[in-house]
């Protein structure tokens, strides 16, 4: 299976702040079928980028995503309160699907 | 506006088994797989399987293989997930998932999720 590795584990920054977020993947994951999520405590996850640059519906343009092959980025380029969660990168090229293991964003 | 709701808490016994319900709403029900997802607690996201609306087919990875089964019934837009043999190691929150049907995409909604904790 695909393993997807996020760096770093914790982020800890201010509001305002640039967040940088690493996804690298054991093997190529063709033509970007990569996307990340975001994840708020005690709620489901939430689709923010797929197919490594697009934003969903209703995303702000802060979140952009970008890469190909095994390395993906992820960048908030000025952090809101509400931005400080769980993000997890997913590829759904491969079966199985599978997640990182996450990057928590946390208050500095 | 598209929702997946998802059946209440459970509490099982090891060896017992869990039926998750997922009932779709706002969309056409056979124009998305329907993926489950489940999150142990303090962990991060572990895909379960996937349930194509349109003719049942399934799919799931190796290590739910035989565990793990997964339905759907068109007449109420309603997807079921069924986890069989339950050990400490499967108390985590479920949550349904769809992706569009036919090709390869990310989940774009979510259910809100079914707390399910397995204690003797």
């Known amino acids: 299976e695909v393993v997807l590795t996020q760096s770093p584990g914790t982020l800890s920054l201010s509001p305002g702040d640039r967040a940088t977020l690493s996804c690298r993947a054991s093997?190529?994951?063709?033509?970007?079928?990569l996307a990340w999520y975001q994840q708020e405590p005690g709620q489901a996850p939430r689709l923010l980028i797929y197919?490594?640059?697009n934003r969903a519906p209703g995303i702000p343009d802060r979140f952009s995503g970008s890469g190909s092959g095994t390395d993906f980025t992820l960048t908030i380029s000025r952090l809101e309160p509400e931005d400080f969660a769980v993000y997890y990168c997913?590829?759904?090229?491969?079966?199985?699907?599978?997640f990182g293991q996450g990057t928590k964003v946390d208050l500095k | 506006q598209v929702q997946l709701v998802q059946s209440g808490a459970e509490v099982k016994r090891p060896g017992a088994s869990v039926k998750v319900s997922c009932k779709a709403s706002?969309?056409?029900?056979?124009?998305?797989?329907i993926h489950w997802v489940r999150q142990a607690p303090g962990q991060g996201l572990e895909w379960m399987g996937i349930?194509?609306?349109?003719?049942?087919?399934?799919n799931s990875p190796h290590k739910f293989l035989g565990r793990v089964t997964m339905t759907r019934d068109t007449s109420s837009s309603t997807v079921y997930m069924e986890l069989s043999s339950l050990t400490s190691d499967d108390t985590a929150i479920y949550y349904c998932?769809?992706?569009?049907?036919?090709?390869?995409?990310?989940?774009?909604?979510w259910g809100q999720g079914t707390l399910v904790i397995v204690s003797s």
């Open positions: 706002a969309y056409t029900f056979t124009n998305y797989y």
């Open positions: 197919a490594a640059s």
């Open positions: 997913q590829q759904y090229d491969h079966s199985p699907r599978t």
């Open positions: 093997q190529s994951v063709r033509s970007s079928y």
């Open positions: 349930i194509d609306p349109r003719d049942i087919n399934t």
């Open positions: 998932a769809r992706g569009r049907a036919g090709a390869k995409t990310a989940f774009d909604f």
